[in-house]
């Protein structure tokens, strides 16, 4: 059987990078996108929507498997209101599908004076906003069950 998964954040490097590696090892592929446009993977499914669209999230994720959150807000500007709510968005949809919520990880959570090589059991006790929002969004999904 086919699994599905939506990536959120397919037309950037990360997302991009996990989308292709997902149909290569036999996925079938979703891409949540705000604006369609020639030139798109033709091998991705291109879902126009936002990820702030928790309505727009959720269509797309119907029947998924696993949602992949690698998206980030438009100019990478305006964190601390716009990635919580994005975030929400790809919890709410993971859970109403039974799906596994995939965050790729980063550095932001570290602190790269206490932890100059970040190990997995290394703290997140990061010195910079962004780091802190990225742990609050690693608790977050944690908390929903929904990283399992």
């Not at 149909?23 to 702030?52: F, Q, S, Y």
């Not at 004076?113 to 997140?124: E, G, I, R, Y």
């Not at 990061?126 to 780091?131: F, I, L, M, V």
């Amino acid at each position: 059987m086919e699994k599905t998964a939506l990536v959120l954040g397919a037309t950037g490097g990360v997302g991009g990078e996990t989308a292709r590696a997902l149909v290569r090892h036999g996925w079938k592929v979703r891409g949540l996108v705000r604006n369609t446009r020639p030139g798109l993977d033709a091998v991705i499914e291109w879902i126009e929507g936002d990820a702030m669209d928790a309505a727009a999230v959720s269509g797309a994720a119907q029947g998924v498997a696993a949602i992949v959150h690698a998206v980030n807000p438009p100019g990478y500007r305006d964190w601390a209101r716009l990635v919580p709510a994005m975030l929400a968005n790809s919890i709410a949809a993971a859970r109403a599908n039974d799906a596994r919520l995939v965050l790729p990880g980063t550095i932001y959570n570290y602190d790269p004076v206490a932890t100059p090589v970040a190990q997995a059991d290394s703290p997140q006790d990061s010195a910079t906003r962004k780091g802190r929002i990225r742990v609050e969004m690693e608790r977050s999904i944690e908390a929903s069950g929904s990283a399992r």
